[in-house]
């Protein structure tokens, strides 16, 4: 897979959701359980949790320590889309949302992330079910 492809996506220059874009000179692919990725990004703080493309074009958080994969996105545009949804929605909540506010909150957050990929929540070990629950407890 050739880094070239995504040389010309605009990456967020911040940290969102603790993930951090490299510089596209500095992508590099690895293979993991049989399948090899494009490594676009990863966690600020934990050197083994990856952000990768798949050769399907597919985005998922790679957590090579424990050997786990998780999908994100049906292609990295879209994933920046939802984090960019994701930085909004933060920067715009409320302080003190008791449960029921925090959950009508997150169900907003959650349709809005299907209109952009009917995807997302593929079963309930998605990137994005993990961030919604979350987000349900305050986080």
Not at 9 to 38: A, C, G, M
Not at 69 to 77: G, H, L, T, V, W
Not at 98 to 125: G, M, P, V
Request: glycine share 4%; aromatic share 16%; hydrophobic share 35%.
């Amino acid at each position: 897979m050739s880094n070239e492809i995504y040389h010309d996506i605009r990456f967020p220059d911040k940290t969102i959701l603790e993930v951090t874009f490299f510089n596209p000179n500095d992508f590099y692919e690895i293979s993991f359980q049989n399948n090899r990725y494009t490594i676009v990004g990863g966690d600020k703080e934990i050197s083994s949790n990856l952000v990768g493309i798949g050769e399907n074009r597919k985005v998922y958080y790679i957590t090579t320590d424990d050997n786990i994969i998780c999908y994100i996105s049906a292609d990295i545009n879209i994933f920046i889309k939802e984090l960019l949804l994701y930085d909004n929605y933060m920067m715009c909540r409320p302080d003190n949302l008791d449960e029921s506010q925090l959950i009508e909150f997150t169900e907003k957050f959650r349709k809005e992330l299907l209109d952009l990929d009917k995807t997302a929540f593929l079963d309930e070990n998605t990137y994005w079910s993990e961030i919604c629950e979350e987000m349900e407890y305050g986080f």
